[in-house]
């Protein structure tokens, strides 16, 4: 035998193997195809089979079909959890800082702020009031810069503070958040650290602080950020200085 036969001996081997092959794997399809068609039409009836008829009411406890009609297959979650079910969500806020001022009387600095995004809590200028009360993480940063020597306040006459941006003449500098319900106040967390030294480029440093924690808040709580120094040059960004608070 030539090698031109033996090659086209070769080729028309190969060509039958592949035919072969191909009409393998249709096959294959076409059972898959028919598997998948007999899923479909069983998912079908099981849908059908659980439908509302007309006139009944989708949310009533009685509703599932049987082959003599409908039967009394009670929904044991009950109406007022399928509510809760529906209606399901948690407080979230996030605020973004317009301005700051100082307290004389105080001798702080305070933020007010606008909400990036908002959902179940108020807010007031420089508080948030929170309306559900349960356990809530609440984070803030901020960041300054300063100037000259300063000294830093002994003790923190305002307690109220997030995270913020620092532009002052102090060695140290911090912020605090504070809670207050029916007149009372306490402390919820603080926020310390130390700015840098100047370089001989600039007479200017800069530094941020950040926190965060978890705290039960009842209902009516009402929440502020404040600076324990008057005067703080605030940098107010909102990449620098927010404030953030979600119910978990």
């Given amino acids: ?15 039958a193997m592949a ?12 059972r898959q195809i028919r598997s998948l068609r007999s899923d479909l039409v069983e998912l079908q009836r099981r849908v059908e089979e659980h439908q509302v008829p007309a006139g009944r009411d989708p949310g009533h406890p009685w509703s ?26 948690r ?10 001022h100082s307290d004389d009387e105080k001798d702080c600095t305070v933020v007010k702020w606008a909400p ?50 620092y532009k002052n003449a102090t060695v140290f500098m911090g912020h605090v958040i504070s809670k207050s319900l029916n007149g009372a106040g306490g402390t919820l967390m603080k926020c310390f650290t130390s700015m840098p030294e100047r370089s001989s480029i600039s007479s200017k440093a800069l530094n941020s602080c950040f926190t965060a924690g978890v705290h039960f808040l009842e209902s009516g709580s009402v929440l502020e950020l404040n600076i324990p120094r008057k005067s703080a040059e605030v940098i107010l960004k909102p990449h620098s200085t927010f404030l953030g608070i979600f119910h978990i």
């Fill in 1 to 15: 035998m030539s090698a031109t036969a033996s090659r086209r001996a070769v080729c028309a081997a190969s060509l």
């Fill in 19 to 30: 035919h072969a092959c191909v009409g393998l794997l249709l096959l294959q399809s076409i």
């Fill in 64 to 89: 599932t079909r049987g082959q003599g009609g409908w039967r009394g297959t009670r929904d044991v979650r009950g109406p007022s959890r399928r509510k809760m079910r529906q209606t399901k969500w």
């Fill in 91 to 100: 407080a979230f806020l996030h605020l973004l800082p317009v301005s700051s």
């Fill in 116 to 165: 990036s995004q908002s959902q179940g809590l108020l807010v007031s200028g420089e508080t948030i009031t929170v309306v559900t009360g349960g356990p809530y993480f609440i984070y803030s940063q901020v960041t300054s810069g300063w100037w000259r020597g300063g000294v830093f306040p002994k003790q923190l006459r305002c307690a109220r503070n997030t995270q913020v941006l």
